[in-house]
């Protein structure tokens, strides 16, 4: 009988204990940053150079320099890696694909101005548009499935957006020609992906004025962009896709059109965004994981990002999780900012929604210096766009806010969850914040603690 109450017990004690150790939830702090910088590292290149101009380059402005850079970086590539070298002058190009092992580095008073020509950014790759799947334009700087691959340098990339460029096809401006807008193929995209429709049946690109993206490494391994400066994307600039191990250093980002994002790496693991400044017509940061059905097919987050001593000057938001998020986002850690605009609506905003669905945790926020946004210093929305319209509830949890301090706000915080999926565990420790017009607004949150926080110099609580 006695043996008998011992077996039973060590059966029910192998059967609970697997059960009670996957309903725990690690815990994620700070100490989780260092292990997360220790693995990410940027590539290396071999002291070999391959200088365009020998290509038959000029850098007068006007000649096409596309087959020139091409073929430089095709030896680059044979010949086991290198920089290919864009020197001094100013340098017409179309789309530029990078190959493993390629260091583009674009030499100070260097200037690559990217065509107005819309052919030069054909045909048609696999691409990312809004966080859907699709064929459409490349990038102006696009690589697919390589690893090693670097633009660096003090020089400037010009992408050339405008009211006249690009910025057109948005559909808001007075330079917007009739039937040539993003509206109908936008649609058309979102509503492939919601019926299934294979990515490589997706097909945009000509007559379809879906605006590349700058930047866009996709499926790639060991990214490096570093001392740059990227100026008038046509729509977003920096867009790393379903990429590992990256570094973006000391980049500035300039360009104030339509959907001008900064920096929205998508569907990546292990990112640090250094050093950069952020000027921009929409979020200077935005780490996203994929729209709706799309995102929850492909079902890869975003985790194990490090945002490190950055300027936001305008933009829609400063560090920005969402809205493209279906994949969802855990591990982020921004710390030693600065963000001051009265062009600059939020520091900090998380935004979600039902159709978006996804799970977004352990967002880590700490040393942030903001002088002055127009909305909220911490904004938290799951009402974003389409709202509690949809059947994929979001899940947010574990934030924490620590000695952020700002002078100059409409609100301090501003959250609004479900009720039936609240905002859980959110710590604000050691804020102040000033000149602030409206009192907090707080909707559905669980576990939300202030710590040694002031509004107006008032100390508050929940």
């Known amino acids: 009988m006695k043996k008998n109450i011992i077996n039973n017990f060590i059966v029910l004690f192998l059967f609970v204990l697997p059960f009670t150790s996957a309903q725990t939830e690690a815990k994620v702090d700070w100490k989780e940053a260092k292990t997360i910088l220790k693995r990410i590292v940027p590539p290396t290149f071999p002291k070999k150079d391959f200088v365009i101009t020998n290509y038959g380059a000029k850098g007068d402005g006007t000649t096409d320099c596309t087959s020139a850079i091409k073929t430089a970086i095709d030896d680059c590539n044979k010949s086991g890696g290198g920089r290919v070298v864009v020197p001094e002058g100013s340098f017409l190009t179309g789309a530029i694909h990078l190959k493993s092992n390629v260091n583009l580095y674009v030499s100070e008073n260097a200037v690559l101005k990217f065509t107005n020509d819309k052919s030069k950014y054909l045909p048609n790759v696999f691409t990312r548009w809004e966080g859907v799947e699709c064929m459409n334009y490349s990038a102006l700087i696009y690589a697919y499935g390589q690893e090693n691959i670097a633009v660096t340098g003090k020089g400037i990339l010009d992408g050339q957006g405008s009211e006249d460029n690009w910025w057109n096809w948005k559909g808001k401006n007075s330079k917007s020609v009739k039937g040539e807008t993003q509206n109908e193929a936008r649609k058309k995209l979102f509503a492939m992906a919601e019926n299934n429709v294979p990515p490589e049946q997706r097909i945009f690109g000509e007559g379809h004025y879906l605006r590349p993206n700058f930047f866009q490494p996709y499926k790639c391994k060991n990214i490096l962009l570093e001392g740059v400066t990227l100026k008038n994307s046509p729509m977003w600039f920096i867009h790393p896709v379903l990429s590992s191990n990256i570094t973006i250093l000391n980049v500035t980002v300039d360009g104030i059109g339509p959907n001008n994002d900064g920096c929205d790496p998508e569907s990546c693991n292990d990112v640090l965004i250094k050093g950069c400044s952020f000027n921009t017509g929409d979020d200077c940061i935005a780490i996203k994981s994929g729209r709706n059905a799309d995102g929850r097919r492909i079902n890869a987050p975003s985790e194990n990002f490090i945002i490190q001593d950055c300027k936001m000057k305008d933009g829609h938001g400063g560090v920005v999780?969402?809205?493209?998020?279906?994949?969802?986002?855990?591990?982020?850690?921004?710390?030693?900012?600065?963000?001051?605009?009265?062009?600059?609506?939020?520091?900090?905003?998380?935004?979600?929604?039902?159709?978006?669905?996804?799970?977004?945790?352990?967002?880590?926020?700490?040393?942030?210096?903001?002088?002055?946004?127009?909305?909220a210093?911490?904004?938290?929305?799951?009402?974003?766009?389409?709202?509690?319209?949809?059947?994929?509830?979001?899940?947010?949890?574990?934030?924490?806010?620590?000695?952020?301090t700002s002078q100059k706000s409409k609100y301090a915080v501003w959250i609004k969850a479900f009720k039936n999926s609240m905002l859980k565990n959110v710590k604000i420790k050691n804020c102040s914040f000033e000149n602030v017009e409206l009192p907090n607004f707080i909707e559905n949150v669980d576990n939300l603690k202030f710590k040694n926080v002031t509004v107006n110099g008032k100390v508050v609580g929940q």
């Open 377 to 404: 210093v911490i904004l938290v929305d799951y009402f974003y766009e389409e709202a509690d319209k949809g059947n994929f509830i979001p899940t947010v949890k574990n934030i924490s806010i620590e000695n952020v």
């Open 321 to 375: 999780v969402g809205s493209e998020i279906s994949g969802g986002v855990r591990n982020v850690f921004a710390e030693n900012c600065v963000m001051d605009s009265p062009n600059l609506d939020r520091a900090i905003r998380i935004k979600t929604n039902a159709v978006r669905g996804g799970t977004i945790e352990n967002i880590f926020v700490r040393d942030i210096k903001v002088g002055q946004v127009g909305e």
